[in-house]
């Protein structure tokens, strides 16, 4: 059964645009891309730390320096999260919070989980590096971030921001999403005994699968450093790469909740730690 889309249109707001349109939007239809929504300078510091962190990462892997067998993988996917990046000493401890606070995310979000009390998980705000002269395994296919995410939050926000220009029509892969609200487990690709991408043919959804409930309604956007998309974890998307996309892109994924996104049996023990949780605000 299609899904019924025709009471919201999906807009593409302009910088500045209305928090509680954008909140709406992402209610009615998953999504919706800002233009302008982060100050140019503390996004370039961020690009700077993730590079820096692939950089010695690969250089490591290399050297055979890594014990852990997952290095690897991670070096050749180009992922990595804000923890890792913190932990590392590439990334102040308070530049999450810095870079939210006055956002027009922060605005968002609070519009979205009616809260001014918001949080993210240092370890599931994830980069990623596309190194499309060094590797193909970082491009995902189609996928819901539910699949992937903390099973015991629920309703998080992720703001997909890129750290260089990509997308239609530039020379480096952008991010295409399904234009609907969906629901969470959607059927995935059965691989069989064949395999595309181990990493993460376990979350992979068929394009064929997805026409006949949604239609032929895939966006994907220009994106200029400063602009997002923000959607919802079962909103169905990919990486957009096309073969003459032969330039790097870096993107940061800002995941946000409120407190009552947590079930209710484990709200005291996170809310009591700020390893497990990261607050986006002074107390
Ligand atoms: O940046 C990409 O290519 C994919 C990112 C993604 O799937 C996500 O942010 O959840
Ligand atoms: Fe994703």
Redesign the pocket.
């Known amino acids: 059964m299609a899904w019924d889309q025709a009471a919201t249109a999906y807009d593409i707001f302009p910088k500045g645009g209305d928090p509680g349109s954008v909140s709406h939007q992402i209610s009615e239809r998953g999504s919706a891309i800002v233009r302008g929504i982060w100050p140019v300078e503390p996004l370039q510091t961020l690009r700077k730390a993730i590079a820096g962190f692939c950089d010695d990462r690969r250089a490591d892997v290399l050297a055979g320096r890594h014990a852990h067998p997952t290095a690897k993988m991670y070096a050749s996917h180009g992922v990595g999260t804000l923890a890792g990046l913190i932990h590392g000493g590439h990334l102040s401890p308070t530049f999450p919070i810095e870079l939210f606070q006055g956002s027009g995310y922060e605005q968002i979000c609070r519009a979205y989980h009616k809260s001014e009390r918001l949080y993210c998980q240092l370890n599931r705000c994830?980069f990623?590096e596309?190194r499309t002269d060094l590797s193909n395994k970082?491009?995902?296919p189609y996928?819901q971030?539910s699949y992937s995410q903390d099973e015991r939050i629920n309703d998080v926000i992720?703001c997909?921001t890129p750290l260089d220009p990509c997308g239609r029509g530039t020379p480096a892969?952008g991010?295409e999403v399904v234009m609907n609200r969906c629901t969470p487990n959607f059927p995935r690709k059965d691989f069989g005994l064949t395999t595309e991408n181990a990493a993460y043919d376990f979350i992979t959804i068929d394009r064929d699968d997805i026409v006949p409930v949604f239609g032929d309604n895939f966006l994907a956007e220009t994106f200029a450093v400063g602009d997002c998309l923000i959607f919802s974890q079962d909103v169905i998307?990919?990486?957009y790469v096309t073969p003459d996309m032969t330039q790097p892109?870096i993107?940061f994924?800002f995941r946000v909740f409120s407190e009552d996104c947590i079930d209710a049996e484990c709200r005291a023990e996170l809310l009591g730690s700020t390893v497990l949780l990261y607050p986006l605000f002074h107390a």
């Open positions: 994830g990623r596309h970082s491009f995902i996928h971030d992720n997909w892969p991010l998307h990919r990486t892109r993107n994924e």
